[in-house]
């Protein structure tokens, strides 16, 4: 079954250091997000990609945040100054669909830790 | 967004049927009902997802009242690996993507 994979599984970084986190959607699926779960709280969304343009984001995804498309098969998000409070699970989805019956497709998640 | 009321855990016994409510009261015409689950440390997972008739799949079935203001997740048999935590999400139809919007979900323990 085709699935959404990411990397790293875990990275620990330090405070005002750039982060990548990478994501390869499932091959045929258009739209891509981000999401983020912090520590035993809710999952919340950050941005949503389509068509090579972000099409919307929260208003968590501030001007630190910055995501990309850059091969056609990986999707990234980057956090250029990363801070104490960006430490999270990041959570990478894909679908084939915009509609609201379609399915989003999650990732594993990669869990960031900003020391 | 269209809000949804769900309790905040619940419990049940291994091979025994489970119903998990959701309440959704402001619910529009054209929001479908969507229903997702985090197993302990992993992604997000579509489980089912609904209009207005009743729903089956292999993984659950989704019973949708009349009125749409309420629905039920029925897992009819309960093994230890469906203990998670299950969110009902309304599906935002006013929007250009149909992000999903969670919220807190119910946290199901399976006893054995």
């Known amino acids: 079954e085709p699935e959404v994979t990411q990397t790293p599984s875990h990275q620990v970084t330090q405070m005002g250091q750039e982060v990548i986190l990478r994501c390869v959607p499932i091959?045929?699926?258009?739209?891509f997000y981000w999401y983020r779960q912090i520590l035993g709280q809710k999952v919340e969304f950050l941005v949503s990609?389509?068509?090579?343009?972000?099409?919307?984001k929260s208003e968590i995804f501030d001007d630190q945040f910055s995501v990309e498309r850059p091969d056609g098969s990986n999707f990234t998000l980057k956090i250029r100054s990363t801070k104490l409070e960006d430490s999270a699970m990041y959570f990478c989805?894909?679908?084939?669909?915009?509609?609201?019956?379609?399915?989003?497709?999650f990732g594993e998640g990669s869990r960031l830790t900003v020391l | 967004d269209a809000k949804t009321t769900q309790p905040n855990s619940m419990e049940s016994n291994e091979e025994e049927p489970v119903h998990l409510p959701c309440n959704h009261s402001?619910?529009?015409?054209?929001?479908?009902i969507h229903w997702y689950r985090q197993l302990p440390s992993q992604g997000p997972e579509y489980v089912i997802h609904?209009?207005?008739s009743n729903v089956n799949n292999r993984m659950a079935s989704l019973a949708i009242a009349e009125d749409r203001k309420s629905s039920t997740l029925i897992l009819h048999r309960a093994t230890l690996r469906d203990a998670a935590v299950y969110y009902c999400?309304?599906?935002?139809?006013?929007?250009?993507?149909?992000?999903?919007?969670f919220g807190k979900g119910t946290l199901l323990t399976v006893n054995p």
């Open positions: 989805a894909s679908s084939d669909w915009a509609a609201n019956t379609g399915e989003l497709f």
């Open positions: 402001t619910i529009s015409g054209t929001d479908y």
């Open positions: 091959s045929n699926h258009l739209y």
């Open positions: 609904g209009l207005t």
């Open positions: 990609f389509y068509n090579n343009e972000i099409s919307e």
């Open positions: 999400i309304l599906r935002d139809s006013g929007g250009s993507n149909y992000k999903l919007t």
